[in-house]
């Protein structure tokens, strides 16, 4: 177990519809990853949080956004669902900003979206 | 886009036996690092090598780098049915963490 927690751990949407997922990060860790993974795929990182300010930018749409909590939890916002979204969305935290993008990231177990 | 690439994307050993699994990679990087998945669930870190090192253990594991053919490779000795899972390869470079495909791994006991 990493410490770093999910929810929920499984949603059902329709296209269009807007979903907020979220991650309560390690104990200590002040920056946070999301990533998207599709079936069969890797994780591709969406972006980075540090101290409540994004800090990276994968290649996803303005349509996915984040917010970063001064207790460093997170939220993934996506709004006007496509059925492509349909993946399982993780989260990891790391203990700093500057170290973030170069030591480990602990995952959380992840939020499985269907969007039908 | 994904930078790592494992091979095979999937392979079946007895228990007791080794697997190693390879990635390959496309640029320049920090570190690599080699994590583990179960059914579709989170994912769980195992090792990180930093580029300026050729070789790490950790208890069964045993990670390789080579720098100057941008590949890795991660031995599991003594396997056990625990292990079946998908492995991962991730680089680091002047991005966040870049992941492969994977290699799924079943452990038959």
């Known amino acids: 177990e990493t410490g770093v927690t999910q929810s929920p751990t499984h949603l059902i949407k329709t296209r269009g519809q807007q979903v907020t997922l979220r991650c309560s990060s390690q104990?200590?860790?002040?920056?946070v990853s999301w990533y998207q993974q599709a079936l069969g795929q890797g994780p591709q990182f969406i972006f980075q949080?540090?101290?409540?300010?994004?800090?990276g930018r994968g290649n996803f749409p303005p349509r996915f956004s984040g917010l970063q909590f001064p207790n460093y939890s997170s939220e993934l916002n996506v709004n006007a669902l496509e059925l492509d979204d349909s993946a399982l969305y993780l989260c990891a935290s790391s203990p700093s900003g500057t170290s973030g993008f170069r030591g480990t990231q602990y995952f959380g177990p992840g939020t499985r979206l269907l969007v039908l | 886009s994904q930078q790592g690439e494992e091979d095979p994307q999937a392979l079946s050993i007895q228990e007791g036996e080794n697997a190693t699994m390879n990635c390959s990679y496309k640029?320049?990087?920090?570190?690599l690092q080699w994590y583990r998945q179960n059914s579709g669930r989170g994912l769980v870190h195992l090792i990180l090598i930093r580029s300026n090192e050729r070789e790490k253990h950790s208890g069964r594991l045993r990670v390789t780098l080579d720098t100057s053919k941008k590949s890795s490779s991660l031995l599991i000795t003594a396997s056990r049915a625990a292990d079946t899972a998908s492995y991962f390869c991730?680089?680091?470079?002047?991005?966040?963490?870049?992941f492969g495909k994977g290699t799924r791994l079943s452990v038959i006991a």
């Open positions: 991730a680089t680091l470079g002047n991005t966040p963490l870049v």
């Open positions: 104990s200590g860790h002040n920056t």
């Open positions: 949080y540090y101290r409540e300010e994004e800090n």
């Open positions: 640029t320049s990087i920090n570190n």
